[in-house]
């Protein structure tokens, strides 16, 4: 039995259609290596990393100094309990993601294991808040149609993407789901913990742009009726939009923030949720400890790779490269759509493309995806939006090519 029939066998993958996935015409991709933006299967053929491995890997596979932090850290010790303990990469981490805020604005890192985990204690954390303030009337969360923010059952209860989240709507924790910013004015804002966003751009929902200045609009009315603003930078974090955070094109810090994906350079399993030291206080009293936590919290080694990546960014000036290669993007996605009238839109936030493709009904951006890989491109669709969101080490050429691989596949297969 070859590797992909044993995958067949004995593995359930996640957001898979599983009778599909073990048919005997299916054929599993198997990644056997990285290096750079390139990705290759076991029979040795090469594909662009177009969606960054689950929007995950920033400085390309295999970067040596994240190779080099994470080996000499599995030489000390690979993990140990972070509940009584710590250790030198994670305060030492905890410490520089603090630096990367203004003083006296995010102060405190509490450590899980990804972006639902990190959402999930964001959660927690802003619903405590408010009962050791004596408002524990406002319990609710507010978030926005198309929301996706995570599996666990807390952060899947602020999800808005029907396919995913409709079996769970009636359970998790208490949730206003709005379409617009202006029904704000119509919820009563006393019952309100925090309201959750994506800053920016929507990703599960489809490469969803927000308004230009709805952000430092949403964090106003958060201060107008003290309630907690919590952005999810899972996604958008660490280069993504072309800035280190999202909510900086607005100038906006949020009372809570999400990390995850992008830490650890996309690595290994490891997220930060940030908070204030007004938050980070209301709970020293031992009465109000917040009892929350995961077995991996504050791992050595996933530590040491983001440190690792944080100094990548900082030393080889990640970021300074990326509005060329926004520009030449947004360029190339404009020709795609120019010379292909099925393409019926192209959404861009820096380095995050969605491409939306006319299906007259029919779902193709799965079989768009699939041809694809045949001229070197790997991503995924959601719906009909096929989504490009490679590496930040991406050039100019790897854009081309995967922009013509898309165009050939989305030719195959509507003509």
């Given at each position: 039995?070859?590797?992909?029939d044993?995958?067949?066998?004995f593995?359930?993958?996640?957001?898979?259609?599983?009778a599909?996935?073990?048919?005997?015409?299916?054929?599993?991709?198997?990644?056997?290596?990285?290096?750079?933006?390139?990705?290759?299967?076991?029979l040795g053929?090469?594909?662009?990393?177009?969606?960054a491995?689950i929007?995950?890997?920033?400085?390309?596979h295999?970067?040596?100094?994240?190779?080099e932090?994470?080996?000499?850290?599995?030489?000390?010790?690979?993990?140990?309990?972070?509940?009584?303990?710590?250790?030198?990469?994670a305060?030492?981490?905890?410490?520089?993601?603090?630096?990367?805020?203004?003083?006296?604005?995010?102060?405190?890192?509490?450590?899980?294991?990804?972006?639902?985990?990190?959402?999930?204690?964001?959660?927690?954390?802003?619903?405590?808040?408010?009962?050791?303030?004596?408002?524990?009337?406002r319990?609710?969360?507010?978030t926005?149609?198309?929301?996706?923010?995570?599996?666990?059952?807390?952060?899947?209860?602020l999800?808005?993407?029907?396919?995913?989240?409709?079996?769970?709507?009636?359970?998790?924790?208490?949730?206003?789901?709005?379409?617009?910013?202006?029904?704000?004015?119509?919820?009563?804002?006393?019952?309100?913990?925090?309201?959750?966003?994506?800053?920016?751009v929507?990703?599960?929902a489809?490469?969803?742009?927000w308004?230009?200045?709805?952000?430092?609009?949403?964090?106003?009315?958060?201060?107008?009726?003290?309630?907690?603003?919590?952005?999810d930078?899972?996604?958008?974090?660490?280069?993504r939009?072309?800035?280190?955070?999202?909510?900086?094109?607005e100038?906006?810090?949020?009372?809570i923030?999400?990390?995850?994906k992008?830490?650890?350079?996309?690595?290994?399993?490891?997220a930060?949720?940030?908070?204030?030291?007004?938050i980070?206080?209301?709970f020293?009293d031992?009465?109000?400890?917040?009892?929350?936590?995961?077995?991996?919290?504050?791992n050595?080694?996933?530590?040491?790779?983001?440190?690792?990546?944080?100094?990548?960014?900082e030393?080889?000036?990640?970021?300074?490269?990326?509005?060329?290669?926004?520009?030449?993007?947004?360029?190339?996605?404009?020709?795609?759509?120019?010379?292909n009238?099925?393409?019926?839109?192209?959404?861009?936030?820096?380095?995050i493309?969605g491409?939306?493709?006319?299906?007259?009904?029919?779902?193709?951006?799965?079989e768009?995806?699939?041809?694809a890989?045949?001229?070197?491109?790997?991503?995924?669709?959601?719906?009909?939006?096929?989504?490009?969101?490679?590496?930040?080490?991406?050039?100019?050429?790897?854009?081309?090519?995967?922009?013509?691989?898309?165009?050939?596949?989305?030719?195959?297969?509507?003509?």
């Amino acid at each position: 039995m070859n590797l992909g029939d044993k995958d067949k066998s004995f593995i359930w993958h996640p957001f898979t259609p599983m009778a599909e996935w073990c048919s005997d015409a299916s054929e599993p991709l198997v990644i056997e290596r990285g290096d750079g933006v390139y990705i290759y299967d076991n029979l040795g053929r090469q594909y662009i990393d177009g969606n960054a491995s689950i929007w995950t890997n920033v400085h390309g596979h295999c970067h040596p100094r994240i190779n080099e932090a994470i080996t000499k850290q599995i030489g000390s010790i690979a993990h140990c309990s972070f509940l009584g303990t710590t250790n030198e990469p994670a305060i030492l981490l905890a410490e520089r993601l603090i630096g990367l805020f203004p003083s006296k604005s995010l102060e405190r890192v509490f450590f899980s294991d990804d972006g639902s985990t990190a959402i999930e204690c964001a959660m927690k954390m802003a619903v405590q808040y408010f009962q050791i303030k004596g408002q524990s009337e406002r319990c609710r969360f507010v978030t926005f149609g198309n929301a996706y923010h995570g599996d666990t059952l807390g952060a899947s209860s602020l999800g808005g993407v029907e396919r995913f989240f409709s079996r769970f709507s009636d359970l998790g924790l208490p949730v206003i789901h709005l379409n617009s910013q202006e029904e704000l004015n119509e919820v009563n804002c006393e019952e309100i913990a925090a309201i959750v966003l994506e800053p920016l751009v929507q990703g599960a929902a489809g490469i969803r742009l927000w308004p230009d200045g709805m952000l430092k609009q949403i964090r106003d009315w958060c201060d107008a009726h003290q309630v907690l603003l919590i952005l999810d930078e899972v996604m958008t974090g660490f280069g993504r939009t072309g800035r280190m955070f999202a909510c900086e094109h607005e100038d906006v810090i949020p009372d809570i923030m999400a990390l995850a994906k992008g830490l650890t350079g996309g690595y290994l399993p490891l997220a930060a949720t940030l908070t204030t030291g007004e938050i980070f206080n209301a709970f020293l009293d031992e009465e109000n400890t917040f009892y929350y936590g995961h077995s991996y919290s504050g791992n050595p080694v996933g530590c040491a790779a983001a440190l690792a990546s944080l100094k990548i960014f900082e030393e080889e000036e990640a970021l300074s490269d990326l509005p060329e290669k926004i520009n030449y993007l947004s360029k190339a996605l404009e020709q795609l759509k120019t010379e292909n009238h099925k393409v019926i839109d192209v959404r861009q936030c820096g380095l995050i493309a969605g491409i939306e493709i006319l299906g007259n009904g029919e779902i193709i951006g799965p079989e768009v995806c699939s041809i694809a890989r045949d001229y070197g491109l790997l991503t995924r669709a959601i719906g009909n939006t096929v989504v490009f969101m490679p590496p930040l080490v991406i050039n100019n050429e790897q854009i081309s090519n995967s922009m013509c691989a898309l165009q050939t596949a989305i030719n195959k297969v509507v003509g």
